[in-house]
């Protein structure tokens, strides 16, 4: 139908327009009016996501399981609705950091680990060889459609114009030297390629126009419309079960979660979506068209599908091919041509974009951190590095193309599109865990990151990769079923007994299982070093930084502004580097030829450019190199940091120490103050107790020397002076008594006989004792007690003696004759209250609080002599506080006095 | 992130919805066989695509509603409006 020459003339043609495309847009972009920087071209270039697995292996998949194509399509989906948090935080991290490729952007959150970034590159190369070599078939396949099918053809034969035989093996050098003349011409500071990306969104329009012109010829065309060719297909038995979910529903989460960490995490996704992108605000279109873009290239999958299935149904015709076959079948030759040409775009596309991303991981990654190891090539000291970098890319490209190329003759032939694809895509997501928890957690480490991407990867290998090594023959057989070396345990598909999944769900959830298990548990068991630990913060925190000012400000390593030039030129190319400096000059406005040392904010500058070409942990290499000193010495940061941060914590210690110590200071102030004012009343005491003890003694010993004096003294006489010589001891005595007690009291040595007590028989006592008293001056005493007896707890000496003092001062402050002295006592509720009244002169109010205080006497209104020890009162309210009550004065002046003091009663009557 | 947050809870309450739309226990809903058809198309076709537009939709109303301009202006819009609704 069409003749051969006219199929390659359409692709060749379509070929040299993509590259006039890519050239166009990268003239336009170094004029600086890039034609990509708008959100449309952007989504457009996401797109590349639909490979021929979505072109041809869609519609494969819809003949077989029905919907079971969708997951692919509704994960990315669901994964862009939550865009905003996880892409655009990815975006903006990789911006800031300069980040090339998934594999600089996990080895620069773990500490900008070599280590790291090796493996993630081999992860990546292995992984995505599965999916390469999909495209690989899908592209010859779709040739051989086109020339070798008899039965659609019609015209036979025509093959004999392919010289080299091997169609897989044509394309995959013509793609690798596409990819070459696209990706490598130049190494770019941004590594943008706008070139590239304009013609990624171009063959996104080519695809999604040829399967949209397919499908619209099938469903309307052919059928008449989606009514009638749903009909036609829920009338064949065979084909009523692809409408239902029955044949769909085994992977259908598996396949979900796939397609959500591939959308991100397949290299190629994270060069368009992450490194090509321009400006962050692309993502908010991005975020709701690139799933639209999805929806549009899916609707007519089923309809393709079905009407393959209806035109073709002795099943002679791969469902693969029906894309393509069903306009053949039809004699729709420019359809034909038009899908072939779409199914081309997006494979190129793919393979475009998967070789370059994969082309700079290689170099950046694998190959440079091995060429700075080994000293004598001398890569630090030489001039112009770039054409090495290119060819070292130019190189890699060539190679993953070839090892697709290998797979796809080992493997790939005996598989539809669709399984080659998902053992690529089982390999990208065990990248979720490292950047997931990269980017949200910072205690992931970098040992943690290594094992468990190295444990994931190699389950990965043991259950999907290897099986499909044994199935093709290329392993025993054997290696499945029973098992290596015939141990049950270990079958590849049902690893640990482990059976009823299929193959990809089964690998899925082991390889995610030991991944995420070992990432978390390692981190958890070790600790970060510096590096890790600044750049795990940088990473989680980004939303949140000024920027790396900080650091730059610290950074105190010499460098010269020309060394620093020299070293950008060699990997970049003197016109790059002259733009990008004069640009930086402009911006921070200083004088470029005037400025000899590099300050800190011009080093990190390099640095990033220089991790823009060769990645992040090459740069760090290669910035040592030219700074002298002690270099850009993170570490030395850290420790500046870590100084600086002590330095505070001393001086806020410091601080709160001396407020501490102010507060002490005052308190000792206070204390002080009180000490002397005790000190002051101590001495008062003194003098007070001496002066009491001096006036007994005083008189004793003038009445005992006239005793002694006067022998001749009369009887009566003698008697007299004698009495009161026993008096005035007595009253010492008791004075001593007193005097002691308080002291016991105040130091709380004073012995308590606590004891159940009856008050009226206290006040019983303490009147017999000194009824004597009132007596001699003829003083008036009334009792008033009730009739019950009022039991407290408390101590009855004690008790006697308050009761005692207050009654032998009311005594005493009576007049003699006409006083009156009353005691009552009486129980309430909660307290027993003792009264005792005179009619005296009373209390000055100003007195009535210091009377209880230690010797405060209230001086005879009449002689000026003090009246009592002044400790009586003093013991009485120390005894009554004691046991828990009070004691106080309601007095006036002239009308007498009442003291009153109560204790309160046991809470359960005793009586 | 956190000036978003309401525009951030309506998000992940999607990023939910869509995730329970487009898994078993819904679907089985729809999944009512070959025999009924809506417009002619089986339900669980049309249950899909229609879900999927919706959600496209429902993303594409939040995102970009705000046009141009930062959380904290449409913060600051918002105020603005409800203290002219208040004074008004």
């Known amino acids: ?911 | 992130m956190p000036e978003f947050s309401q525009r951030n809870e309506r998000i992940v309450a999607l990023f939910v919805v869509g995730v329970l739309a487009f898994n078993p226990p819904l679907l089985r809903v729809f999944d009512a066989g070959p025999d009924v058809m809506l417009f002619g198309i089986p339900l669980l076709y049309l249950y899909l695509f229609l879900a999927w537009a919706a959600l496209i939709v429902c993303v594409a109303l939040l995102i970009e509603r705000p046009k141009r301009g930062s959380g904290k202006q449409e913060a600051f819009a918002s105020r603005e409006t409800k203290i002219r609704r208040d004074s008004g």
Request: hydrophobic share 50%; charged share 20%; aromatic share 10%.
């Open chain 1, 1 to 911: 139908m069409l003749p051969a020459w006219l199929i390659f003339v359409a692709s060749f043609g379509y070929l040299f327009l993509l590259f006039a495309i890519a050239y166009y847009g990268d003239k336009r972009a170094d004029a600086g009016r890039s034609i990509i920087a708008n959100p449309y071209i952007y989504t457009l270039s996401i797109a590349v996501y639909c490979t021929s697995w979505t072109f041809y292996g869609s519609v494969g998949r819809a003949a077989s399981s029905g919907v079971g194509f969708l997951p692919i399509y509704l994960g990315p989906t669901l994964m862009f609705t939550l865009g905003w948090f996880v892409l655009r935080k990815i975006i903006r991290i990789s911006k800031v950091h300069h980040i090339t490729s998934i594999a600089d952007f996990i080895s620069s959150r773990y500490g900008k680990s070599h280590l790291l970034g090796g493996m993630v590159t081999v992860i990546a190369v292995i992984g995505i060889m599965p999916y390469i070599s999909l495209q690989l078939k899908a592209v010859s396949t779709s040739f051989d459609v086109l020339l070798y099918s008899p039965g659609l053809n019609g015209t036979e034969g025509s093959g004999d114009f392919l010289l080299l035989g091997d169609t897989a093996l044509f394309v995959a050098l013509l793609m690798a030297a596409f990819s070459i003349l696209f990706g490598t011409r130049h190494i770019d500071a941004t590594e943008h390629h706008e070139g590239m990306v304009a013609a990624i969104a171009f063959e996104s329009v080519v695809k999604l126009l040829a399967f949209l012109a397919v499908g619209i010829f099938v469903t309307f065309g052919v059928f008449d419309g989606f009514g009638d060719l749903f009909r036609q297909a829920a009338a064949e038995p065979e084909l009523r079960s692809l409408m239902t979910m029955e044949d769909a529903d085994s992977g259908w989460v598996t396949l979900t979660v796939l397609a959500m960490a591939a959308i991100i995490f397949l290299p190629r996704q994270f060069q368009v979506v992450v490194v090509e992108n321009i400006d962050e605000s692309h993502l908010r279109k991005a975020i709701w068209l690139f799933p639209l873009y999805l929806l549009a290239i899916n609707v007519f999958v089923l309809p393709i599908a079905f009407g393959g299935l209806l035109r073709f149904p002795d099943g002679g015709i791969d469902a693969d091919t029906f894309v393509l076959a069903l306009p053949m079948a039809e004699q729709q030759p420019w359809l034909v041509l038009f899908a072939f040409i779409g199914g081309l775009s997006a494979a190129t596309g793919m393979v475009i974009v998967a070789t370059i991303a994969l082309s700079t991981m290689i170099c950046n990654d694998l190959v440079m951190p091995v060429l700075l190891r080994f000293p004598w090539l001398r890569l630090t000291e030489r001039g112009n590095v770039s054409g090495l970098l290119l060819g070292i890319r130019r190189g890699a490209i060539v190679l993953i193309l070839l090892l697709g190329y290998l797979y796809f003759r080992l493997i790939g032939e005996s598989y539809a599109l669709v399984t080659i694809g998902l053992v690529s895509f089982a390999a990208a997501a065990q990248f979720a865990p490292a950047i997931f928890g990269g980017i949200f957690w910072k205690g992931g480490t970098r040992l943690g990151a290594t094992a468990g991407l190295s444990a994931g990867f190699l389950v990965w290998v043991y259950t999907l990769l290897l099986p499909s090594f044994a199935r093709s023959g290329w392993l025993p057989v054997e290696f499945i079923e029973p098992g290596p070396f015939g141990i049950e345990f270990l079958r590849p598909y049902a690893l640990f007994g482990l059976a009823g999944l299929d193959h990809i769900s089964h690998s899925l959830f082991w390889s995610l299982l030991v991944n995420a298990g070992a990432y978390v548990a390692v981190s958890l068991a070790g600790r970060q070093n510096t590096i890790e630990r600044i750049q795990a913060t940088v990473f989680v925190d980004i939303f949140h930084q000024p920027g790396n000012e900080a650091a730059a400000r610290m950074w105190r390593g010499s460098a010269t502004v020309a060394d620093l030039k020299a070293l950008a030129e060699r990997f970049m190319g003197a016109g790059r580097v002259h733009e990008a400096f004069t640009g930086y000059a402009r911006k921070h406005q200083f004088d470029l030829d005037r400025m000899q040392e590099a300050d800190g904010e011009l080093v990190q500058f390099v640095e990033r450019l220089l991790a823009g070409v060769i990645g992040a942990a090459s740069a760090r290499v290669m910035m040592a190199s030219v700074v002298k000193g002690e270099g850009v010495g993170l570490d030395e940061i850290m420790e500046i940091l870590d100084e600086a941060s002590h330095v505070l914590e001393y001086s806020r210690q410091l601080e709160l120490k001396s407020l501490a110590l102010e507060e002490a200071t005052e308190e000792l102030t206070a204390a002080n103050e009180r000490l002397k004012e005790l000190d002051q009343l101590k001495d008062e005491f003194l003098s007070t107790v001496t002066h009491e003890l001096r006036t007994p003694l005083t008189s004793i010993r003038s009445f005992s020397e006239i005793l002694h004096d006067n022998p001749d003294l009369k009887m009566d006489e003698r008697q007299k002076f004698l009495l009161i010589v026993i008096h005035e001891s007595e009253r010492l005595t008791r004075l001593i008594n007193q005097v002691l007690d308080l002291t016991k009291m105040e130091t709380g040595s004073m012995e308590w006989r606590m004891a159940e007590v009856d008050m009226k028989s206290v006040i019983e006592d303490a009147v017999a004792t000194l009824s004597r008293l009132f007596d001699e001056r003829n003083v008036a005493l009334a009792v008033n007690l009730p009739d019950r007896t009022s039991v407290i707890r408390g101590d009855r000496d004690q008790l006697m003696q308050v009761v005692i003092n207050l009654l032998s001062n009311a005594n005493k402050f009576c007049w003699p004759d006409v006083g009156r002295v009353t005691v009552t006592l009486t129980a309430g509720s909660e307290y027993l209250t003792v009264s005792v009244s005179d009619n005296g002169p009373g209390v000055a109010l100003k007195d009535q609080q210091q009377i209880f205080e230690k010797f405060h006497q209230v001086l005879d209104a009449e002689t000026g002599n003090p009246m009592g020890s002044g400790l009586g009162l003093t013991i009485s309210r120390r005894i009554v506080e004691h046991l828990g009550g009070r004691i106080w004065v309601d007095s006036t002046p002239g009308q007498g006095s009442t003291f009153s003091f109560r204790i309160p009663t046991p809470p359960s009557p005793v009586n």
